[in-house]
Structures are given as structure tokens and as C-alpha cells.
């Protein structure tokens, strides 16, 4: 592993790459974790408010995203765009500063947060673009780092967040966030530089065969497979927290117990996950996942006690490390040609995913109660592992039927 590694770090601009996905994570982890408070509390919305509020902003970023993404392997600088999207997720941030009215700054937050939505679909593109341009190959790997590094940054920024909020208050967090997506713009424009790959693509600004995603099983189908298996996990994660406190009895502290176990345990797995790449096919890895996905979702079902719980986190930590750091390899290859597209289709399907998996679980924690709700987890589970076996004939081969019939 070591090895690998360190020819990743050899790749020109792949460090820079590294920093950023890290510093992103932080900017996102630390305000995310108090948003529900800071819109509940300080701003006076409800809860069911502030859901509307975070479902159009979503949205709005899938949008952008995906227009985005039509053009930007045709030409467009993936070094710019970066750039961009990463200067107006800051100023997006910088609005919680100024503006303390829900209505303005619920469309405030849906222009400038929509603008900024393709800056992590074209991070991962231009990793991608510059292991194409080196001498690796080691597409899954270096796509497991990146989302590691994202995961440590996401782990060690909830706490800056409590620090930051005891400190200076949610004035403090929210300006510490820009300043953040601010440092990370600010190095992709002193240190990336275009990539061989990517200047012969802007160079010839070659016209690719446009993918329609409803037309294209091939394609559609993964991105139906992994958008499923977020919503599953998004419903998992808004309502394992209750299900603790209130059918198993813990606290708050078991809570956050449960959390972090699972959360260190999904960065020593998706770099496990970059070596068996090697080895095994993404699709079969993404298998391995559902399926332990899947006993997870079982073991909660019945879970009576809370070190059941606890046990069941190294599963779900290796799903999540599935999902995470192979899911995206998984779209990516199928699309070599369209990385900006491929890596925007994953981020999309995590997107819709989240915003899907926490309605809807919400919904059955009301009707059918904390415990029964992830009877929905493990219905969208298996419906995903039905489409991942479904057999699909390639482009060729579907010719070949059709000439032979």
C-alpha cells in the first residue's frame, strides 16, 4: 500500500488534490452538524422548515451541476470552474454572516449554493484527468484516498465546529467555513496546473456522443443502484440517533459513540478497498458492500442491545466505505471519456439520494416507528442489489443480437 501511495503523491498537482478533499470535508463538517440548531433556534423556522430549506438548495445544486457537467469534457478548464465554485460556495457561506432573515437567505443560499455544487463533481474529474495523464492506472485507489482524506476532514471538523461555536458563536463557525472554501480556491489557483489529458481535451474541444441517461441502461442503472443505496443510508443516519435514545435506551453520549466508531473505521476500509481494486471489479466490490450493507440493516431490525449496535458499525463502516470510495469508480470507468460528467452522476445520485433517504425515512419512523423504519432500508438495499445482478448486454453485444434475430 505504501507503494501505491507514494506513486500517487508522485503525480503532478494529485497532493493539491489530496489537501483540497480534505478542506473540503472541514468546510462542510463544520457548520453542517449545527444548521438544524442555528435555523430552529436563532432564525425561529421549524424543523419541517428548515427540511424545505435544505431539499430546495439541494436541488437547485443538482441542477447546476448536471449543466455543468454537459460541458465542462468539452472544453471548458476543469482549473476554473474549480475555482469558481469553490470562491461561491464561500460567498454562499458568507451569507449566514449577514443575512438573518429565513426568506432572503433561503434564496440567497439557492443561487450561490447551486453555483458552488459542481466544485466537488470537478474535483474528483481532475484527479481522474491527472492518474490518466501519469503513468498509473490506479484509478480506485486513488479515488478511495481522495474520499478518505474527505472523511478525515469530516470527522475532525465537527469538533473544530463545537470549539468554534463556544468560542466566537455561529458568527464564528460560519466565517471559519468561508475562510476555508476561500484557502481551498485559492490553491487550486496557485498550484493546479492543466494536466497533459486535459490540455489535449481543451486544445481539440472534441465533441463527445452525448449520453442520455434515460436512454442509457448502462449508465442509468448504476446511478439508479447508488442513488437507492444513499437513500437507504441517509435514512439510517436520521433516525439511528432516536432509535438509541428512545428503543434501546442509550443517550446522547452512546450516540455519539456509535458515530465516531463508524466513522474511524470507514478510513482504514476504503484504503483496503483501493488495494482489493486491484484484484476484484468494482462491480463485484460494490456486491461485498450491499450485501454486508444489507446484514447490517438486519442486525438493527433486531437489535436489542446497544452493543449489538455498536458491533454492527464495522459493516456498516465498510457499506459506507463501499459506497464512498468505489461507488464513484464504479460510474467513472463506465464513462473514461466523461469524468466531469461521470464524477457530477455520482455526485447527483448521493445528492438525490440524501434528500430521498431522508424524507422518506422520516416518513416511516412516524407511521411504523424508529425500529420498523429500516424495514424501508433494507427494501431500497435489496432493490439495489437486484439491479447491480442485473445482466446487461454491452453496445457490441447488443448489435450482435439484434443482427442475429
Request: glycine share 8%; aromatic share 12%.
Amino acid at each position: 500500500m505504501l507503494k501505491r501511495t507514494y506513486a500517487l503523491l508522485l503525480i503532478p498537482t494529485y497532493p493539491i488534490f489530496m489537501l483540497c478533499m480534505l478542506l473540503q470535508g472541514m468546510a462542510i463538517s463544520i457548520s453542517a452538524p449545527f444548521l438544524a440548531v442555528y435555523f430552529t433556534e436563532e432564525l425561529g423556522v421549524s424543523a419541517g422548515t428548515f427540511g424545505i430549506f435544505t431539499a430546495v438548495t439541494l436541488i437547485s445544486g443538482v441542477v447546476i451541476s448536471m449543466l455543468i457537467a454537459k460541458r465542462s469534457d468539452t472544453g471548458l478548464s476543469r482549473r476554473k470552474l474549480m475555482v469558481i465554485c469553490m470562491t461561491f460556495n464561500a460567498i454562499a457561506f458568507a451569507g449566514y454572516i449577514f443575512i438573518h432573515d429565513f426568506y432572503p437567505l433561503l434564496i440567497y443560499m439557492t443561487v450561490f449554493t447551486a453555483a458552488g455544487a459542481p466544485a466537488m463533481p470537478q474535483l474528483f474529474a481532475s484527479s481522474r484527468e491527472a492518474v490518466n495523464a501519469s503513468a498509473s492506472a490506479d484509478h480506485a485507489f486513488a479515488n478511495s484516498t481522495l474520499r478518505s482524506m474527505f472523511s478525515l476532514g469530516f470527522i475532525s471538523g465537527p469538533l473544530a465546529g463545537a470549539v468554534l461555536l463556544g468560542h466566537f458563536g455561529y458568527q464564528g463557525v460560519f466565517l471559519s467555513t468561508t475562510i476555508i472554501f476561500l484557502l481551498n480556491a485559492l490553491l487550486v489557483f496557485s498550484f493546479v496546473r492543466l494536466s497533459a489529458a486535459a490540455a489535449v481535451r481543451q486544445a481539440s474541444k472534441s465533441v463527445h456522443k452525448p449520453v442520455r441517461l434515460h436512454r442509457n441502461t448502462r449508465v442509468l442503472v448504476p446511478f439508479l443502484v447508488l442513488t437507492l443505496l444513499y437513500a437507504g443510508h441517509w435514512a439510517n443516519n436520521l433516525n439511528i440517533s432516536l432509535f438509541i435514545i428512545n428503543t434501546l435506551g442509550g443517550n446522547t453520549q452512546n450516540v455519539a459513540s456509535v458515530a465516531s466508531i463508524c466513522a474511524l473505521l470507514e478510513i482504514p476500509f476504503m484504503f483496503v478497498l483501493g488495494l482489493l481494486s486491484a484484484k476484484y471489479s468494482n462491480k463485484l466490490l460494490m456486491g461485498w458492500g450491499i450485501a454486508l450493507g444489507a446484514v447490517y440493516y438486519l442486525l438493527v431490525l433486531g437489535a436489542g442491545e446497544l452493543w449489538q449496535l455498536i458491533a454492527g458499525q464495522v459493516l456498516l463502516a465498510f457499506f459506507v466505505a463501499v459506497i464512498s470510495a468505489i461507488g464513484i469508480s464504479y460510474i467513472q470507468d463506465l464513462l473514461p471519456d466523461l469524468p466531469g460528467y461521470a464524477s457530477t452522476l455520482y455526485t447527483n445520485a448521493t445528492t438525490i439520494g440524501r434528500l430521498t433517504g431522508s424524507l422518506a425515512g422520516g416518513a416511516a419512523a412516524q407511521w411504523v416507528g424508529y425500529r420498523h423504519s429500516y424495514w424501508l432500508c433494507l427494501i431500497l438495499i435489496v432493490c439495489s442489489l437486484g439491479l447491480l445482478l442485473w445482466p446487461q448486454r454491452s453496445p457490441e453485444e447488443k448489435i450482435t443480437h439484434q443482427m442475429a434475430s
